[in-house]
């Protein structure tokens, strides 16, 4: 196994690189009552780029009200979250099992949602909806976890991780299997 600090090096690497596609402030919240400062660091430069995407995105958007109250509703689910793990569940280590449980099956059902347009993808065969250097980041990211994982005996870190792997394996295989070159949706202007 690779030693820890490059673990968490690439962890930090591979997530930043990531966090173009969501934000999940529950690991941060994690990673504080773990201590784990790979956690927390990743999590904090993660929680401020997305804060930064929204408020960029609110203000371009020419439709403001919709996006401030899905924003607000938002917020006001993470408050939720954050007064249910803080102020409901005085035990710390019962604390960290359900906040590692809940941020395990958010990762999971984020590592599985492509997977979703599988069907269209094979219909198609066409790979034009799959990013394939989100699939590479993914990849690494999501392996880079695991190992990270492995090497502190956390399965809150390790198992949420493995799908990400595998769906990354199978965005591969479709890359392979569908080349984006194949694909022409359209006529080539010189005849």
């Known amino acids: 196994m690779a030693p820890?600090?490059?673990?968490?090096?690439a962890c930090?690497?591979?997530?930043?690189a990531m966090f173009g596609t969501?934000?999940?402030l529950s690991w941060l919240g994690y990673g504080c009552?773990?201590?784990?400062?790979?956690?927390?660091?990743?999590?904090?430069?993660?929680?401020?780029?997305?804060?930064?995407?929204?408020?960029?995105?609110?203000?371009?958007?020419?439709?403001?009200?919709?996006?401030?109250?899905?924003s607000l509703l938002l917020l006001a689910?993470?408050?939720?979250?954050?007064?249910?793990f803080t102020l409901l569940i005085a035990d710390a280590r019962m604390r960290l099992a359900r906040l590692g449980l809940f941020c395990s099956v958010f990762t999971i059902s984020m590592y599985l949602s492509p997977l979703a347009?599988?069907?269209?993808?094979v219909r198609s065969k066409s790979t034009r909806c799959l990013s394939f250097p989100l699939t590479i980041t993914t990849f690494l990211a999501s392996t880079s976890w695991t190992l990270y994982g492995l090497q502190l005996h956390d399965p809150y870190?390790?198992?949420?991780?493995?799908?990400?792997?595998?769906t990354s394996i199978?965005?591969?295989?479709?890359?392979?299997?569908?080349?984006?070159g194949q694909d022409k949706p359209y006529r080539p202007l010189h005849a």
Request: glycine residues 6%; positive net charge.
């Open 4 to 9: 820890l600090p490059l673990l968490a090096a």
């Open 12 to 16: 930090l690497a591979c997530t930043l």
């Open 22 to 24: 969501g934000l999940n």
């Open 33 to 70: 009552l773990k201590q784990d400062w790979t956690l927390i660091t990743v999590n904090t430069i993660g929680a401020a780029l997305q804060t930064l995407y929204i408020l960029a995105y609110l203000y371009y958007s020419p439709a403001k009200l919709p996006v401030l109250l899905h």
């Open 77 to 84: 689910v993470l408050v939720a979250g954050y007064g249910y």
């Open 117 to 121: 347009d599988l069907a269209k993808i």
């Open 157 to 166: 870190i390790t198992v949420p991780n493995v799908p990400g792997i595998v």
């Open 170 to 180: 199978v965005r591969f295989w479709l890359f392979w299997w569908y080349p984006p």
